[in-house]
């Protein structure tokens, strides 16, 4: 098998796309101000006394506790690569239950999904969707699997760049 | 067998070893986390079909449930232990 | 042409959603629904599924506009907050 030089620069310009989406939504709506549920105040609590930041810990307790824009970017992504755009619309119904079932009002998550779908279908013509899917599962990489200090102080530095805390 | 099947696996392949590896319960939560979401992927990506996105859907909000609920076990045993480490 | 009918559900469930007096401003932190969320997104949600299961039609639109303002004003009693048994 070969892997051309198109694949990696269509993955790479999909990771960059899908981290801004959730990122910013995400931090717009609030994750890195304070934790929703006890579990993410837990995960800030310890990424701050492992060095990190207390604020990126929040929000990264978040995505673990309930599916916010993230897992909203990935399930548009799925969607719009098996059943178009109405798939993506049925991603964000899915996405706003799941959010109710783990006890957040549902603004980030469903927001998120929705503009995922609509910035996928605007990029539909140069990159396939399924190298979303690819590139989400890079972001998330990048944020809870490579090096939880250092992503942390990331996140709390654009939340407070962004004056969302 | 193309550039997405194999970058997802090798980074579920390397966050699946981290988890072994890691003493830190809470770090295990978080690259469980970014497992799970590989593996939401791929259950996808292998069922090409509208079940699969389903299945897929299905899989990753029950997961976010239940490590929901672990972490939330998590701050209750240290608030029952009164100490406020790992 | 087919996307006259989300066009026409939104609006229809915009129109009844005035009628039965949801509120018009948005709170980011409140588990209740307004007039906007999340009556467009399930309004849009569900005429999707019913476009991938069935064929849409005006009656089939006429009544997830009625449905999806319902849903929203009860939200917060379909799906309660999570107690964790205390």
């Known amino acids: 098998m070969e892997v051309?030089?198109?694949e990696l620069i269509k993955l790479l310009i999909s990771t960059g796309?899908?981290?801004?989406?959730f990122v910013l939504i995400d931090t717009y709506f609030g994750l890195p101000r304070k934790p929703g549920v006890l579990g993410a105040e837990v995960i800030g609590?310890?990424?701050e006394k492992m060095g990190g930041d207390l604020n990126?810990?929040?929000?990264?307790?978040?995505?673990?506790?309930?599916?916010?824009?993230?897992?909203g970017?990935?399930?548009?992504?799925?969607?719009?690569?098996l059943l178009g755009f109405k798939g993506g619309l049925i991603a964000t119904l899915l996405v706003y239950i799941g959010n109710r079932l783990c006890n957040d009002p549902g603004y980030a998550g469903t927001f998120g999904t929705f503009s995922a779908t609509v910035i996928i279908h605007l990029l539909s013509g140069f990159i396939e969707p399924r190298y979303f899917i690819g590139g989400m599962i890079m972001a998330i990489f990048t944020i809870q699997g490579l090096y939880h200090v250092g992503a942390s102080k990331v996140l709390g530095y654009i939340g407070r760049k962004l004056g969302m805390i | 067998m193309d550039a997405v099947l194999l970058l997802i696996g090798v980074i579920s392949f390397v966050v699946g070893l981290r988890v072994f590896l890691t003493k830190n319960r809470v770090q295990r939560l978080l690259y469980l986390c970014c497992l799970n979401?590989?593996?939401?992927?791929?259950?996808?990506?292998?069922?090409?079909?509208?079940?699969?996105g389903v299945v897929a859907a299905a899989y990753f909000i029950g997961s976010t449930l239940s490590s929901n609920a672990i972490a939330h076990t998590i701050g209750k045993v240290q608030r029952l232990e009164g100490r406020g480490e790992w | 042409m087919l996307y006259l009918y989300y066009i026409l559900s939104v609006v229809i469930s915009l129109v009844v959603g005035f009628i039965i007096g949801l509120p018009?401003?948005?709170?980011?932190?409140?588990?209740?629904?307004?007039?906007?969320?999340?009556?467009?997104?399930?309004?849009?949600?569900?005429t999707a599924v019913i476009d991938i299961l069935f064929n849409l039609n005006l009656v089939f639109t006429l009544l997830v506009g009625i449905f999806s303002p319902l849903f929203s004003k009860y939200v917060d009693l379909i799906f309660p907050g999570?107690?964790?048994g205390g």
């Open chain 1, 4 to 6: 051309s030089w198109v």
């Open chain 1, 17 to 21: 796309v899908c981290w801004t989406n």
């Open chain 1, 45 to 47: 609590k310890t990424l």
């Open chain 1, 56 to 71: 990126g810990g929040y929000f990264m307790g978040n995505i673990v506790c309930s599916p916010d824009a993230s897992a």
């Open chain 1, 73 to 81: 970017t990935l399930m548009a992504a799925i969607f719009y690569y």
């Open chain 2, 37 to 52: 979401f590989a593996i939401s992927a791929l259950i996808a990506l292998y069922i090409k079909s509208p079940m699969g």
């Open chain 3, 24 to 46: 018009v401003e948005i709170d980011v932190n409140s588990f209740k629904g307004n007039l906007f969320f999340p009556t467009v997104f399930v309004a849009l949600g569900l």
């Open chain 3, 82 to 84: 999570v107690s964790y």
